[in-house]
């Protein structure tokens, strides 16, 4: 299972879907630095963001800027979440100054993306 942890200023939710960083204990962080979460962005589940493939810089800043601020100071890929639902997968942002909604992404979990640690 390969998960995105992002760190970053407090940030804000959008209106419509929203994502959000999770402590290791599952809750809420402030947005400050944790695990990427996403909630009803391209289906109306909640869970995890996997980042196995395609997901980098660009898909950092502009997810960053979609929570309200202006980039991310760092971001890695990590399995010691335990298991979550992942419900983002593949997330591919080719142009960092446009919206998330220019960057591709499935919401079709794959096997790869689960994981218990």
């Known amino acids: 299972m390969i998960l995105i942890l992002l760190m970053m200023v407090v940030a804000q939710a959008q209106a419509k879907g929203k994502f ?62 335990g298991y979550r639902t992942v419900v983002l997968n593949n997330v591919n942002c080719n142009d960092d100054t446009a919206p998330f909604s220019n960057c591709t992404y499935s919401t079709q979990s794959s096997s790869d993306c689960y994981y218990r640690y």
């Open 20 to 81: 959000y960083l999770i402590n290791q204990n599952g809750y809420n962080n402030n947005n400050r630095s944790g695990l990427l979460m996403a909630e009803n962005i391209g289906s109306s589940r909640t869970g995890a963001v996997c980042g196995e493939y395609y997901f980098n810089n660009k898909a950092a800043t502009v997810i960053c800027r979609e929570m309200g601020q202006k980039g991310y100071v760092s971001w890695k890929i990590d399995g010691n979440w």
